[in-house]
């Protein structure tokens, strides 16, 4: 899942057990982007876990072959 804000662009790789989370790796897109600061990171870390469902909701339509509607989120975790 590619994040992107700015100047900075990431992928999120969301691994499962069992539709459990129970871990993400955040690398940075390419490396032209620039380096995400640790207060960043820990921003995406937090919107990944709270949103899990969502998110792994609308990955399971696409590979069922579903129309899904892109959304862009402009609300932050606090």
């Given at each position: 899942?590619?994040?992107?804000?700015?100047?900075?662009?990431?992928?999120?790789?969301?691994?499962?057990?069992?539709?459990?989370?129970?871990?993400?790796?955040?690398?940075?897109?390419?490396?032209?982007?620039?380096?995400?600061?640790?207060?960043?990171?820990?921003?995406?870390?937090?919107?990944?876990?709270?949103?899990?469902?969502?998110?792994?909701?609308?990955?399971?339509?696409?590979?069922?072959?579903?129309?899904?509607?892109?959304?862009?989120?402009?609300?932050e975790i606090?």
């Open positions: 899942m590619p994040l992107k804000k700015g100047d900075k662009e990431v992928k999120v790789e969301m691994e499962f057990v069992k539709n459990r989370l129970i871990g993400l790796h955040i690398r940075m897109a390419n490396r032209k982007t620039k380096k995400l600061t640790p207060a960043e990171r820990e921003k995406i870390r937090k919107f990944v876990w709270t949103y899990q469902g969502e998110i792994k909701q609308k990955w399971e339509d696409f590979r069922a072959g579903k129309a899904i509607k892109m959304e862009k989120i402009s609300r606090k």
